[in-house]
């Protein structure tokens, strides 16, 4: 028994020819066409950034969503969100446990919060420079962390550089660790930082970031500390002419994906994220480098008086009072002898 009719040859090749302008009739501009195979299986992902456009942050990211296209083959796509346009940190951190976001680059407070051994790499006058701290970072202290993060929710796939904080006057030239006593610098509001400053024997003083030119011009506040691309970028060395160049406070941060988001990722994706996660931090670093050298050139230009540490040891002396608070807790005991040593 025949199913169907049969077809007649001019409707064989009628038939034919509507399935082949079918078949090369592109989609892209039909209403209501179904969207190809590829398109509606592929991942995406949304990925949270405070930085604005051409910070070397955010120029890495675009980057890496570049990279991730290209080794899945389109299997997944990332959507970079910069200039927190999503929110500020702490709501990008409960956007990304709530599943509204899959990844993140984060500082340092979120990290620590969920893994407290973390916070001993806060501390001050541990890492001498970056390279110290990147030894560790992407050794065996990092993979720990990298370990304990993906446990609390987050998967490192890349560290990126945080910068390195230093010390910046008006006034007068800081050359040693009596230079600072009777000073008045501007800190962040964390208990960390005062601390730091007053074992130094200065004065820490609150001033909104915003309001440093104006403290600087006021006589409010004698110094600051920032990493060297923000020193140019705020303008503050047009009154701070002396650039002591302690690297006080040097962090990581961190690119991530949640683990919620990571689980629904094949095998060899993952793999390639990772891979690609990898690539842009090393990538980062290079553009943070070139930035910094390129702040160092403006402040050379401009007259800035640079001067580093003779000595180290003297700077971690003082601080010996608030490491040992860490040295007696034993999830930061390990991280501070290790780092201390080497």
Sequence with gaps: MQLFPRISSLGAIAAAAVC??????????????????????????????????????????????EDVRARTGGRVNVQVFSNAVLGDQPKAVSMLKAGELDMGEFGLAPLTEAVPSMKAITLPFLFQDAEHMFRHMDGAMGDKFKERLSAAGFVV??????GARSFYCVGKRVQGPR??????????????????????????????????????E??????????????????????????FQTNHVVTPEALVVSTAAWKKLSTADQ??????????A??????????????????????????????YGAYVSRMKPMHQKYWRDASTRDELLTILAN
């Design 20 to 65: 082949s302008l079918i078949a090369v009739a592109p989609v892209s501009g039909q209403q209501g066409a179904a969207p190809p195979v590829a398109a509606a299986s592929a991942v995406n992902l949304r990925l949270w950034n405070i930085h604005p456009e051409g910070y070397p942050v955010t120029v890495a990211l675009n980057s890496f969503a």
């Design 157 to 162: 796939i890349g560290w990126y550089d945080g």
């Design 179 to 216: 230079d600072f006593a009777g000073l008045r610098i501007r800190v962040q509001g964390t208990e960390i930082f005062k601390e730091m400053i007053t074992l130094l024997g200065a004065t820490p003083t609150m001033v909104p970031y915003k309001d440093v030119k104006g403290a600087f």
């Design 218 to 243: 006021d006589g409010k506040i004698d110094c600051a500390e920032n990493n060297l691309p923000s020193f140019i970028s705020a303008g503050h060395y047009k009154h701070a002419k002396y650039f």
């Design 271 to 280: 793999a390639a994220i990772r891979a690609a996660g990898q690539a842009s």
């Design 282 to 311: 090393v990538y980062m670093r290079q553009l943070w480098n070139k930035q910094v050298d390129e702040a160092r050139a403006t402040a050379v230009k401009a007259g800035i008086v640079f001067d580093r540490p003779i000595e």
